[in-house]
Each structure stands twice: as structure tokens, then as C-alpha cells.
């Protein structure tokens, strides 16, 4: 079979890959999934009821590309006053899921040789789509002891005249990190200076467990090189629905409305009218949901560090531990397979997120407290045998 050459150079999300190989291992053993991304809690009923509505009420035919008006305000409105800035509607385009917005940013913005900067260890599609669109990935590296922010004045140097796009993601995953005002003055200051545009993940705004959520875009002088990426599937635990937005200047948003009418038509109008409901509605089971994670957070954390060999840092915000595992003389890609097959622990290397994750593993804290305490047992049991 021939195909483009590009095709060569599309990577994978490999929580994925490792979720199909855990599930294969089910009829033999007892699995702990600690690997996939997403919230082990329902949808909110008050949200599936609204979308069983919009079916009932007829939302099941085209949508604007753009969006439902109403959704584009309503995102527009909450977004804004999340970050203490002022977004318009026609700023917002709704799209299925947030890799759209990565993949669509990337392909309106970045040429041939062009180069992004991309924090690594990261979310390994970054890398994978500015490899496909035939840019030049360049990795910011995220140390684990400045808490896995980076360096601005890292990021300084890397900045030349082919470079066209940064992107930063805070709350951070797989490490868990933060981003600091300060961090994202400077940011946005090198970006200004240099004539860079900005693509600011922030899908887990809503998960952060000390501070307030500090986002680029309160700088409003960086507003026309920005483009803020956010959604409903970590803070609604709506991974399923694959629903989701980016904000930018307005001629920006009407070429990305353009390129989704040229892919995907549109977002499905129902699960639209959901996130309406998700936005205005009670916030008791979100509130639930992230009090949970602070508990899952330091239990996973405090028991991990008492694993010969690990040192593990304690995530700010998003639910995910990323552990160094190098004392215990195993490699990591070696470790995270033992972890499967030997133990039924699913997780994840550090260098499925990059070459920086090299000695690191991901665990997603994404389950019980019950089935976390599982998991850290079996884990010491492997490390104490090697």
C-alpha cells in the first residue's frame, strides 16, 4: 500500500495503544488501569438529561461550523470570567474534542520548516502534529526540579526567525505541573517580542488543587497572537462526548471554522446543547469530582514515595503522578511493560510523552482509592524482586 509520506511522520497517543493491550490481558489476571486520561466518574445527570432533550427538541442536523450561537456565547461569557479577561462570541469555535484545535492551529499556522516549541515530557500529539503538517518540532524541556515548569529563559534561546508557534500547557499533562504568573508574563513577553503566536492548553483549567488558575491570556497585549484551547471532557468527565473549544482573534477563528467545515462539517448540535447545560447548571458533582482527586492525589503521591527507588513529586493540578523511577536501576519502557505483565498495573513510560519522560513513569489517578492501594502494592513488589 502507498501512501504520502507524511503518513510516516503521524505519531500516536500511546495511553491508548496501552489501554488495548490491558484490556486483552483481562481474561488472564486482574488489571489496575492507571494509564488512560480520563475521569473514572459518570457525566452528570443533569447534563445527559439535556442532551436527551436536544435529541427529543430535534438538534440532530447541521450546526454552524463555528458553532451553535448560543454555546459560542455562553463559552465565551464562562471563559472570559474563569480568566478575568473579556472573550467575544465570534472568538469561539466549538470543535469535536481538543485535538482539533491543536491539529487545526498547526495546520493554519505552520509551514514547511517552520518550527514550534513544545514542553517535553508532554502530550505526545503536540509533537506528532507538527511532524504531520511538516513543521520542525523543537522540545522545551520540563524539569522536575523546578516542579516541571519551564525555563522562560530556556525558551529565549530556543526563539529564531523560524520560529512560529509555542505551545504551553498548564496545568500539565503528564507531570502535573503549573505554570506561574510570572512564567506566563514572560511567556508572553518572548512571544510579543519575536513576533510568535501562542497556543495555550488549558483543558485542565478547572482541575488545580492549591492556587487559582492562572492563564497567558490575562495578558490582553498577547491576545492577537493567542489561541486558548480549553473544552468540556476533564472538568464534565464528557471524554465520550468529544466536545470542545478554542479562542482566538476573530479572523482567526473564521479560518478555523473554515478548515473544520472542510473536515468535519461541524460538532454535533445535541451534545451543544448539553454543554449549555453543563456551564449554567449545578456544579455539585464537578466539586465532588476534584475533592476526590486531592484525596486519590496525595494518597498516590505518599505511596509512591515509599517505593524503593521512586521520588515523586506532588502535582499542582490535572490527575496524574509522574514518578522518577531511575534509583531502581530498571528502565522505565522496560518497567511500565513488567508493571502490565507481570502485575496487571497499567501505566504508562515517561517517554511516551517525549524524550525528557526518560526514567519516569505516568499513573493516572483517575480510579479508587481502593484500586490505587492495589496497584502501589504490586508495584512494590516488582521493584523489591527486579
Known sequence: ?????????????????????????????????????????????????????????????????????????????????LRGVHFSPEQVVITPGGKPVMAFAIMALVEEGDEVIYPNPGFPIYESMIDYMGGTAVPIRLLEERNFRLDAEELTSLVNPRTKLIIINSPQNPTGGVLTREDLR?????????????????????????????????????????????????????????????????????????????????????????CLEALAGPRTEMERMLAEFRKRRDFVVKGLSEIPGFRCELPLGAFYAFPNVKSTGIDCDVLAR?????????????????????????????????????????????VSKK
Open 1 to 81: 500500500m502507498r501512501l504520502a509520506n507524511r503518513m510516516s511522520r503521524l505519531g500516536t497517543e500511546t495511553a491508548f495503544d496501552c489501554l488495548c493491550r490491558a484490556k486483552a490481558l483481562e481474561c488472564k489476571m486482574d488489571v489496575v488501569h492507571l494509564e488512560i486520561g480520563e475521569p473514572d466518574f459518570d457525566t452528570p445527570k443533569h447534563i445527559c438529561e439535556a442532551a436527551k432533550k436536544a435529541i427529543d427538541e430535534g438538534y440532530t442536523h447541521y450546526g454552524p461550523s463555528a458553532g451553535l450561537p448560543e454555546l459560542r456565547e455562553a463559552v465565551a461569557s464562562y471563559a472570559g470570567k
Open 186 to 274: 514572560l511567556i508572553a513577553e518572548t512571544a510579543l517580542e519575536h513576533d510568535v503566536w501562542i497556543l495555550a492548553d488549558e483543558i485542565y483549567s478547572e482541575i488545580l488543587y492549591d492556587d487559582e488558575f492562572e492563564s497567558v491570556s490575562q495578558f490582553p497585549e498577547i491576545h492577537q497572537r493567542l489561541i486558548v484551547l480549553d473544552g468540556f471532557s476533564k472538568t464534565y468527565a464528557m471524554t465520550g462526548w468529544r466536545i470542545g473549544y478554542g479562542i482566538m482573534p476573530v479572523q482567526m477563528a473564521e479560518k478555523l471554522a473554515r478548515i473544520q467545515t472542510n473536515t468535519n462539517s461541524c460538532t454535533a448540535t445535541f451534545t451543544q446543547r448539553a
Open 338 to 382: 513488567r508493571l502490565l505483565e507481570e502485575k496487571g498495573v497499567a501505566c504508562l513510560a515517561g517517554t511516551c510523552f517525549g524524550k525528557y519522560g526518560d526514567g519516569f513513569l505516568r499513573l493516572s489517578y483517575a480510579n479508587s482509592i481502593d484500586n490505587i492501594a492495589k496497584a502501589i502494592e504490586r508495584i512494590k513488589e516488582l
